[in-house]
């Protein structure tokens, strides 16, 4: 993820693969969910307060997932 901390933008790059991305709040309430394949996928931050926030990334065939927090600031 980068750049972060973000003011308007940010970009994931994702390995192979399909994933679905989930950007929570700093509560635990999703703001936005969305499927995507291999590559990058960019993000729009321009809505959201300055704040913490979490990324997950969830691998659709393994169901893996990870979560990285992610700062926006304004």
């Known amino acids: 993820i980068s750049p972060n901390p ?3 933008q940010t970009i994931i790059d994702l390995s192979p693969g399909v994933f679905r991305l ?30 913490n926030y979490f990324l997950r990334v969830i691998e659709a065939t393994t ?9 926006v600031l304004r």
């Open 6 to 8: 973000a003011r308007g």
């Open 22 to 51: 989930e950007l929570y709040s700093a509560t635990g309430q999703i703001l936005w969910s969305s499927n995507r394949q291999t590559g990058r996928a960019e993000l729009d931050l321009s809505q959201q307060a300055a704040g």
């Open 63 to 71: 169901g893996r997932h990870r979560v990285e927090k992610l700062v």
